[in-house]
Nanobody, 126 residues
Framework: QVQLVESGGGWVQPGGSLRLSCKAS????????MGWFRQAPGGEREGVSW????????YYVDSVKGRFTISGDNAKNTVDLQMTSLRLEDTAVYYC???????????????????WGQGTQVTVSS
């Protein structure tokens, strides 16, 4: 079965850290762009970070820049999102999604992802 499965979510106090992991099963992550997205209650889904496997280039939205780090591990078939200095406004369901075929970055810009995970809840509160 081809799927992405997120893990690592949970509850953390403001200023704390969490590490999310997105594991691919049923296919191999070798040439891809992976993105992490989040959706807060009542809000729209937003992309927060992306990684391009061909050269390791990473992208972050301004709100997480300097606090989140995305990384890929082809041996483990995973892409992780290390989140530090977490804020109340980081509370959301976090999803990973990947493009593995075609013109990868063009499809990313068009929102044409091949696979999505089911999401993992991150709650930041005191």
């Amino acid at each position: 079965q081809v799927q992405l499965v997120e893990s690592g979510g949970g509850w953390v106090q403001p200023g704390g850290s969490l590490r999310l992991s997105c594991k691919a099963s049923g296919f191999t992550l070798d040439n891809y762009v992976m993105g992490w997205f989040r959706q807060a209650p009542g809000g729209e889904r937003e992309g927060v970070s992306w990684i391009r496997s061909s050269d390791g280039t990473t992208y972050y939205v301004d709100s997480v820049k300097g606090r989140f780090t995305i990384s890929g591990d082809n041996a483990k078939n995973t892409v992780d999102l290390q989140m530090t200095s977490l804020r109340l406004e980081d509370t959301a369901v976090y999803y990973c999604a990947t493009v593995v075929s075609g013109r990868l970055w063009t499809r990313v810009l068009s929102g044409e992802y091949d696979y999505w995970g089911q999401g993992t809840q991150v709650t930041v509160s005191s």
